[in-house]
């Protein structure tokens, strides 16, 4: 599958089935993030990877559109250093390749808002001196998941503007 291939068809997946994801093809989805480009390759980066059940679960309740976090294979959790200004650009790069990554190699993914960052970063014991952005659920797809079909995309020319706005 190509790139572009890839980001037509990934889809949402908030719904997994109970096959466990290989090691090794999560470290193939947490390298992929690594090769993200950041700004003056700072890579401010820390990925906390949640495997055990009750964790998921208790993260699943820190967001309010994070249920399926419970149900995920194993999740990963961005966090980033207060120093760093481009944190949200850079993880955001990082967390896309992780999905595009998980998409090539059959894995579903979604990603969570925690509303309760406090919550979640005493939940992970991430230090005071780093922030917490978000949570990205990962598993095999469920037989039940029914992906919804992509719509209401603006068109290019309501998007989009030419040299100047």
């Excluded at 469920?142 to 706005?165: C, I, N, Q, T, Y």
Aim: proline letters at 5%; one cysteine or more; a neutral charge.
């Amino acid at each position: 599958m190509n790139v572009l291939e890839a980001i037509q068809q990934r889809r949402a997946v908030r719904l997994f089935s109970e096959q466990p994801v290989p090691t090794d093809v999560i470290e193939q989805i947490l390298r992929a993030g690594m090769r993200a480009q950041s700004s003056k390759n700072t890579q401010p980066w820390l990925f906390v990877v949640v495997r055990e059940r009750e964790t998921l679960a208790a993260l699943s309740k820190l967001g309010k559109f994070a249920g399926h976090v419970a149900g995920a294979n194993f999740a990963v959790c961005y966090v980033g250093t207060k120093q760093a200004t481009w944190n949200s650009f850079d993880l955001g790069q990082a967390a896309a390749q992780m999905q595009l990554a998980a998409h090539e190699l059959g894995v579903g993914s979604c990603i969570a808002a925690m509303y309760d960052e406090a919550g979640a970063k005493a939940l992970l014991g991430v230090p005071d001196d780093h922030n917490f952005f978000c949570v990205i659920s990962f598993g095999y797809p469920s037989p039940e998941h029914e992906p919804l079909v992509m719509g209401g995309r603006k068109p290019l020319d309501e998007a989009v503007r030419w040299e100047k706005f």
